[in-house]
C-alpha cells in the first residue's frame, strides 16, 4: 500500500550546522509531495511542497526535491537555528482533496 | 490558504464521559478529515467527514466511539465517547487545499 518512511529521530545538530532528513515513499500515481513541521505544543504547519517530479519546494531555507526516480523527496537546510527544533513530518496526498499519508516524524533538536 | 479554529484546544476528562471538538473553516470545503496523534507518534486518520453524507471510517475507528457531524460546508465535530486513558491524545481537523492544514489540535487527557 501507500506509504511514507523517513529517517528515525532524534536528529541532534549544533546551530549552523548542515540538515539532511531522509524521506521516501511508495505510492500509486502521482502523488503530491509535503514536508510538515510541528513547533512543541502547536499543531502542523504545511513547510513546503511539490507537486510533480524534479520540482523544488523551499522555504525558510528548507528545500525538497521530488526525485520520482528514486521515490525521494529530501528535507535540507544548510545552516539550522535554535529556532528549528521541531517535529518533522513528510507526506504525501492525491489531487482533489484525498487524505494525505504521513511518515512517522523526525524530532530535530538544535543546540547552540 | 484555509484557516482552521479548533476548540476546545485542551481539556481534561474523566473515563466514562465523552467531548466534542468543533472544527470551523474559514472557506467552503467538501471533505473535513479528523486525525489523532498519541504522544510522540505520527497522525493516524480517523475519519473523512463529507458534508450531507455519513462519514467515512478507517480501520480501526467506528462511529459508536467517534460520532462526526457535519452540518454545512465549513464546520464538523468530533465526538470521542465512553472515553479511558487510552483516548489521551491530540486530535486534529483538516482541510487539503492545495497541501493539508491543520487546526491547532485539542490535547485530551483523560483521568
Known amino acids: 500500500g501507500d506509504s511514507v518512511t523517513q529517517m528515525e529521530g532524534p536528529v541532534t545538530l549544533s546551530e549552523e550546522a548542515f540538515l539532511t532528513i531522509n524521506c521516501t515513499y511508495t505510492?500509486?500515481?502521482?502523488?503530491?509531495l509535503f514536508w510538515y513541521v510541528q513547533y512543541p505544543g502547536e499543531g502542523l504547519q504545511l513547510l513546503l511542497k511539490?507537486?510533480?517530479?524534479?520540482d523544488k519546494g523551499s522555504n525558510k531555507g528548507f528545500e525538497a526535491t521530488y526525485r520520482k526516480e528514486t521515490t525521494s523527496f529530501h528535507l535540507e537546510k544548510g545552516s539550522v537555528q535554535v529556532s528549528d527544533s521541531a517535529v518533522y513530518f513528510c507526506?504525501?496526498?492525491?489531487?482533489?482533496?484525498?487524505?494525505?499519508?504521513f511518515g512517522a516524524g523526525t524530532r530535530l533538536f538544535v543546540k547552540a | 490558504s484555509a484557516v482552521i479554529s479548533q476548540k476546545p484546544s485542551r481539556d481534561i476528562c474523566q473515563r466514562g464521559t465523552s467531548l466534542t471538538i468543533q472544527c470551523q473553516v474559514d472557506?467552503?470545503?467538501?471533505?473535513m478529515f479528523w486525525y489523532r496523534q498519541q504522544p510522540g507518534q505520527s497522525l493516524t486518520l480517523i475519519a473523512t467527514?463529507?458534508?450531507?453524507?455519513?462519514?467515512?471510517?478507517e480501520s480501526g475507528f467506528v462511529i459508536d466511539k467517534f460520532p462526526i457531524s457535519r452540518p454545512n460546508l465549513t464546520f464538523s465535530t468530533l465526538t470521542v465517547s465512553n472515553m479511558s486513558p487510552e483516548d489521551s491524545s491530540i486530535y486534529l481537523c483538516s482541510v487539503v487545499e492545495g497541501g493539508a492544514f491543520f487546526g491547532q489540535g485539542t490535547r485530551l487527557t483523560v483521568v
Open positions: 507526506a504525501l496526498s492525491w489531487a482533489g482533496g484525498f487524505k494525505t499519508i
Open positions: 505510492a500509486t500515481g502521482y502523488p503530491s
Open positions: 472557506s467552503q470545503v467538501t471533505m
Open positions: 511539490a507537486t510533480k517530479a524534479d
Open positions: 467527514a463529507n458534508q450531507g453524507s455519513e462519514a467515512t471510517y
